[in-house]
């Protein structure tokens, strides 16, 4: 059974760093391009960066050198490190594979002074 789990969100002040974590069950990571999303307050879901196969990341422009992706063959699980937040990154953030599986429920990340 396809399972995608979040966690690791918060709340936290810009210019905080933050580790979320998305766990996979039915599934390889490795075997499949992984990408974090983020749905903001009122605003559609947004793509956010992608793992390739291969280890190469993408993201786009307004997280790019901040965020870091990377994954854990071993236990299953990609990663996003956020660095350097700042208060447009608030929003509920999800993980999914290349070809989109049944969304898990997220986790929220606040930033706020």
């Known amino acids: 059974q396809v399972q995608l789990v979040e966690s690791g969100g918060g709340l936290l002040k810009p210019g905080g760093s933050l580790r979320l974590s998305c766990k996979v069950s039915?599934?390889?990571?490795?075997?499949?391009?992984m990408s974090w999303y983020r749905q903001a307050p009122g605003e559609e879901r947004e793509w956010v960066g992608r793992i390739d196969r291969d280890g190469t990341t993408w993201f786009q422009g307004s997280v790019d050198r901040r965020f870091t992706i990377s994954r854990d063959n071993v236990k299953n699980m990609v990663y996003l490190q956020m660095n350097n937040l700042i208060p447009e990154d608030t929003a509920v953030y999800y993980c999914n594979s290349a070809v989109l599986r049944p969304w898990g429920q997220g986790t929220r990340v606040t930033v706020s002074s």
């Open positions: 039915g599934f390889t990571v490795r075997r499949d391009a």
